[in-house]
C-alpha cells in the first residue's frame, strides 16, 4: 500500500493537482514583555511574518528562543481541531441512537477506539496523506469499489472479486471439497437455527 500511495503522489505532483509548498516563515521571539498590566507574569511572544501573508503572533508564558517550535505546536492545534471536526461530521460520534447514558458511553467509547485504529492502520502504511479526508472519501480509497468475497485465515484475509471466488471453489477436488461441503452444510444449518430463535425487539 506505501508503494501505490508513493505512485500516486507522483501521478498527482506530474499532473499539477499537488500545491506547492508555501514560503518559508520567519519567527522573531521576544522575552520578558511586561507591558499587559493584568497579567504579572513575563510573557513571551513569538512574531511569525510569511510572504503574502498577513503577520501573526504567539503569547506564552513559556520563555524560550525557539519560535519554530511555538509556532509548530501552535499548529497541532489545527489538527486536534480538524479530528473533532471528522468525528462530529463524518463518525457518527453525536448522532446518538438512544438517550440512555450508557449506549451513549458505548457510543463515543466505540467511535473513539474505531477511529484511533483507522490512524494508526494509516501511519503503519504510510498513508497519513489521507489522515484528514472525510469517512466517504477514505472508504472509497481504501476499499474496493465492487463487491467482493473476504476470505480470512489465522491473521491474514484476502479480496476476491464474486467470480473468482466461484471458480476457486468449482476448481477443489477430492477430500479438500467434501469437507467443504460438510462445512458450508453445518454453516447453513446453524444459520436457520438462529433465524427460528430470532426474537423481535
Same mark, same amino acid.
Given at each position: 500500500?506505501?508503494?501505490?500511495?508513493?505512485?500516486?503522489?507522483?501521478?498527482?505532483?506530474?499532473?499539477?493537482?499537488?500545491? !506547492?509548498?508555501? !514560503?518559508?516563515?520567519?519567527?522573531?521571539?521576544?522575552?520578558?514583555?511586561?507591558?499587559?498590566?493584568?497579567?504579572?507574569?513575563?510573557?513571551?511572544?513569538a512574531l511569525t511574518e510569511r510572504e503574502g501573508a498577513e503577520p501573526w503572533g504567539l503569547v506564552t508564558t513559556r520563555r524560550t528562543q525557539d519560535g519554530a517550535f511555538l509556532r509548530d505546536l501552535y499548529h497541532v492545534r489545527e489538527a486536534i481541531e480538524e479530528r473533532y471536526r471528522q468525528t462530529k461530521l463524518f463518525w457518527d460520534l453525536t448522532g446518538f441512537h438512544s438517550p440512555n447514558f450508557n449506549l451513549v458511553v458505548n457510543q463515543v467509547v466505540f467511535v473513539a477506539l474505531a477511529y484511533t485504529l483507522v490512524q494508526m492502520h494509516l501511519k503503519a502504511e504510510s498513508m497519513t496523506t489521507f489522515s484528514r479526508t472525510?469517512?466517504?472519501?477514505?472508504?472509497?480509497?481504501?476499499? !474496493?469499489?465492487?463487491?467482493?468475497?473476504?476470505?480470512?485465515?489465522?491473521?491474514?484475509?484476502?479480496?476476491?472479486?464474486?467470480?473468482?471466488h466461484t471458480a476457486i471453489i468449482l476448481d477443489i477436488e477430492g477430500t479438500a471439497k467434501d469437507k467443504l461441503k460438510r462445512t458450508m452444510r453445518r454453516l447453513q444449518r446453524e444459520f436457520l437455527h438462529e433465524l427460528q430463535n430470532v426474537r423481535s425487539p
Open positions: 500500500m506505501a508503494r501505490r500511495e508513493r505512485a500516486r503522489q507522483r501521478t498527482l505532483k506530474k499532473e499539477g493537482k499537488i500545491a !506547492p509548498p508555501p !514560503p518559508p516563515e520567519k519567527v522573531a521571539v521576544v522575552n520578558d514583555l511586561t507591558s499587559w498590566s493584568s497579567c504579572p507574569v513575563p510573557l513571551t511572544v472525510t469517512m466517504p472519501v477514505l472508504r472509497r480509497q481504501m476499499l !474496493p469499489y465492487a463487491n467482493h468475497v473476504i476470505v480470512y485465515h489465522g491473521s491474514f484475509f484476502a479480496f476476491f472479486s464474486v467470480p473468482e
